[in-house]
């Protein structure tokens, strides 16, 4: 059923929101109070996986945009009139994803898009998108060859091939050691860009010269690990690759509690940033990421402003990890993209505000971004984390490594 009427979340306790989003649908204008803007708000709408496995991700992307349209208002808004973001709750569910943007578009009647996380919900937003007819900024799509409609602007660090450029970054990253790893075991979700990233990891792996001694594949949004745990604990890897999303690497690292293993080396792909960093077994755990909170990438005005306000809002949400990184990031440069296009085109039309971010480079909080390569994919930003001393820090490559850090492989 739908909610009889409209509930600003600013007005809703925490704890008692988190209840309500477990039962219904909640629509969330957030729209702060814009000086110098008048006239009808401009409504962008999306929907975010508020419950479900993807949720403790999706709360970043939610923080990360509120402080996007309170900028943007502070800014005189878009065309002069104050920015509402109409959000939804997609549960982590692709089929809801798509009911619920039909309803953005033909109910809501919301002027524009901006997309859910992880790439499941953003196939299903696309095709609505597409139907319609309406331009889609999307923050997290992690199979580009599958993104074809002609409207759609991915803000990714991924590039083209992320199925080979980013397990090449990490086993780069290794052999920088000079310790590199023999010997590999890849876990990894079905969920479809995840899992389509690490059936890459084991094509690269292979053609560098690891042996891979294990490969597994769970279903997304499985609990009980012990299995996979005591398998990899047989096979004893140098190094084990998670193609992790959300709470699955805390998950493993549970289960390896249990039995008394510790991984030599382990890469997550996406895990919950902040729940991963908490968990015991998890130091000097690598993962993905295109952004952290700290030099050279803070060096810019609009990702320390970013730093800064994310860090006092994720206090507040009681978030485990208040940091910006790579979540944060690319919610916040879609709504850098958005307020970028309509201020240069002085329109809200779809397929002007397409065909301008399609022709030109806009300056992001993680760099400039174009749409001109193949799906309208640009450059790649891809980058290696690693959890030390309680932060996540950059380690390769070494000109986005935070100063004074290096890699730290095998764990101690």
Do not use: C
Not at 178 to 200: D, E, Y
């Amino acid at each position: 059923m739908w909610p009889l009427e409209e509930v600003p979340v600013s007005t809703i306790p925490r704890s008692l929101l988190i209840l309500m989003l477990g039962g219904i649908f909640i629509i969330a204008p957030w729209a702060p109070a814009a000086a110098g803007t008048s006239g009808p708000p401009v409504r962008i709408g999306g929907t975010l996986a508020l419950t479900g496995p993807l949720g403790p991700t999706s709360l970043v992307h939610k923080i990360a945009g509120e402080i996007s349209i309170e900028q943007i208002n502070k800014r005189d808004g878009l065309l002069g009139r104050p920015v509402e973001w109409v959000l939804l709750d997609d549960q982590s569910k692709a089929d809801v994803t798509r009911t619920l943007y039909e309803r953005l578009i033909t109910v809501d009647k919301v002027d524009l898009l901006v997309g859910p996380y992880a790439t499941n919900a953003i196939l299903s937003a696309l095709a609505v998108a597409q139907r319609y007819q309406k331009m889609l900024v999307h923050h997290s799509f992690g199979i580009p060859k599958l993104a074809t409609y002609p409207m759609h602007i991915p803000v990714s660090a991924l590039g083209n091939e992320p199925d080979k450029s980013l397990p090449k970054k990490v086993f780069e990253a290794m052999e920088s050691t000079g310790q590199a790893p023999r010997t590999i075991a890849i876990v990894t979700s079905k969920f479809s860009s995840v899992h389509f990233i690490s059936v890459g990891a084991r094509e690269v792996a292979a053609a560098r010269g690891l042996k891979v001694v294990l490969y597994l594949e769970y279903e997304f949004g499985a609990r009980d690990f012990a299995p996979i745990a005591t398998r990899i604990k047989e096979a004893n890897p140098d190094f084990l690759w998670v193609g992790a999303i959300g709470l699955d690497a805390n998950l493993l690292l549970d289960a390896f509690q249990t039995i008394g293993y510790k991984p030599r080396g382990q890469y997550h792909l996406f895990p919950a940033p902040g729940p991963l960093i908490n968990a015991p077994g998890s130091a000097f755990a690598f993962a993905y990421t295109s952004f952290e909170a700290h030099p050279p990438m803070t060096n810019n005005p609009s990702a320390e402003e970013l730093s800064r306000l994310f860090h006092e809002r994720a206090k507040q949400a009681g978030l485990p990890y208040p940091f910006v990184e790579t979540q944060a990031a690319s919610s916040f440069a879609s709504w850098q993209l958005i307020e970028a296009a309509v201020n240069a085109t002085r329109s809200l039309d779809d397929k002007v505000l397409a065909a301008w971010l399609k022709a030109n480079k806009v300056d992001t909080v993680y760099g400039k971004l174009s749409f001109d390569g193949p799906n309208n994919y640009g450059p790649e930003y891809t980058k290696v984390k690693q959890i030390q001393n309680g932060r996540w820090v950059v380690v390769w490559p070494k000109e986005f490594a935070a100063p004074g850090t290096k890699i730290v492989y095998p764990a101690p």
